[in-house]
Structures are given as C-alpha cells and as structure tokens.
Nanobody, 116 residues
C-alpha cells in the first residue's frame, strides 16, 4: 500500500523556519522524483520544489528560491523541505508528491500557517 505521510507543519511567525518531512512507503522511493506542492486558501495547487530520483538535481519556484531547500534521504525513504524566512504568503497546505511518469502518488498534506 502506497503511503506518503507529511509532517512538520504548524504555526510560525514571519521570518521563522519550519522543516517539513514526507515519509514514503509501498514503492521504490529511490526511483521516484519527489516534489512539494502547496495550496493557499482560495488558490490552485502550485509546485514549490522538486528533486530528481537519480542525480538529486533540484528545482524551485521563483517565489521560494533562496528561502526553501528540498532534499531527500533514500535510505530513510524521506523527502524534506527546509523553509526559512517564512512569509504570511507562504501560509498553505503543503503536499508531497512522488512521480516516475508512470505513477503519481500524493500525500495527505501538512498545514503551514505563518502569522504573528
């Protein structure tokens, strides 16, 4: 059974940091590209960051470049999103996604709220 369990969300003040984790099971994690998406209130889901399965190359949306870092630990079947310098506009439900062009899996999301 495929599972992607996201955690690490919460309430943080502007300028603060959070580290999201997404633990995967039920598929060969190392063979999947991993991505973080977010959905802000009233907005469509948008790509935040991605990391490839093999080389670990990363890509970021312009609105998080320099603030967020995606990484993965294939030994732990986990992908991370380190979020620094958080802004109120980063408030959203964050979802992890696993994709290998044949299959596309989604986690349940973790809520991030940036507010003073």
């Amino acid at each position: 059974q495929v599972q992607l369990v996201a955690s690490g969300g919460g309430l943080v003040q502007p300028g603060g940091s959070l580290r999201l984790s997404c633990a995967a099971s039920g598929f060969t994690f190392s063979r999947f590209a991993m991505r973080w998406f977010r959905q802000r209130p009233g907005k469509e889901r948008e790509l935040v960051a991605g990391i490839t399965s093999s080389s670990g190359s990363t890509n970021y949306a312009d609105f998080v470049k320099g603030r967020f870092t995606i990484s993965r630990d294939n030994a732990k079947n986990t992908v991370y999103l380190q979020m620094n310098s958080l802004k109120p506009d980063d408030t959203a439900m964050y979802y992890c996604n696993a994709n290998n062009y044949l299959f596309d899996y989604w986690g349940q999301g973790t809520q991030v709220t940036v507010s003073s």
